[in-house]
């Protein structure tokens, strides 16, 4: 699986959009960028997932470029609940090929969103 | 909701003794795990399993072994605790089969912190 890289830190003003950045320039054709989060004491809780089109869904938008080398998660009305650890993970979508089943975890980027 | 449940939100065991972590799941998925995490080192898998009574090993097998006698429930044993045991363990599972990605995401446990002394 390809591996990421993301900022350590980031900070955000409530209200306004947070924008994560990911970089995996050597993503494979067939794999996806997925993104979750982890809230202080809690388990990581998925967020997002894409291939190649932009996604979005209830809680956040994904871009992805158009050489796939890279992607940005988007918050955009960022709260204080959002304040936590984003993490950007690339792997096949396949979940029968062997050691595929597993998601390879970075140390992710640590939001903080400000009042 | 998918739920996953650990069985203690907190543990303290002492050196040298056999330490089991219960994780249960209720939405049937047949893929779980068991991570640890530490400051600076992320999420690291231990074990997984796809099948009850199959199990494969992840990145950090040494000194844990797992069970999955039903579907529903993965333990994590610590056969004799050492002190570089000390850790947050995390459970999460997921659906396997037909379909796409987003029917594959993992769902985790609130985790147990075990602390070692």
């Known amino acids: 699986d390809a591996k990421t890289t993301q900022p350590p830190s980031m900070d955000c003003a409530e209200g306004r959009a947070a924008n994560l950045p990911c970089n995996h320039s050597?993503?494979?054709?067939?794999?996806?960028v997925y993104w979750y989060r982890q809230i202080h004491s809690q388990g990581p809780q998925y967020i997002i997932h894409g291939l190649k089109n932009n996604e979005t869904n209830e809680m956040a938008s994904l871009i992805i470029t158009e050489d796939r080398k890279s992607s940005t998660l988007i918050l955009p009305h960022a709260t204080l609940r959002d304040t936590a650890v984003y993490y950007c993970?690339?792997?096949?979508?396949?979940?029968?090929?062997?050691?595929?089943?597993?998601?390879?975890w970075g140390l992710g980027t640590s939001l903080a969103v400000n009042p | 909701d998918v739920k996953v449940t650990q069985s203690s939100r907190y543990l303290v065991k002492r050196t040298g003794e056999k330490v089991f972590l219960e994780c249960v799941q209720d939405?049937?998925?047949?893929?779980m795990f068991w991570y640890r995490q530490d400051p600076g080192l992320g999420l690291r898998l231990i074990y997984f399993s796809y099948d009850v009574k199959m199990k494969e090993k992840g990145d950090i097998p040494e000194g844990y072994s797992v069970s999955r006698e039903k579907k529903e429930r993965f333990s994590l044993i610590l056969e004799s605790a050492s002190t570089n045991q000390t850790s947050m363990y995390l459970c999460?599972?997921?659906?396997?089969?037909?379909?796409?990605?987003?029917?594959?995401?993992?769902?985790f446990g609130p985790g147990t912190r075990l602390t070692v002394t």
């Open positions: 999460a599972s997921s659906r396997s089969g037909t379909g796409g990605p987003s029917l594959k995401e993992q769902y």
């Open positions: 939405m049937d998925h047949e893929n």
């Open positions: 050597t993503i494979s054709g067939n794999e996806y």
């Open positions: 993970i690339v792997r096949v979508g396949d979940y029968y090929a062997g050691n595929n089943r597993k998601l390879i």
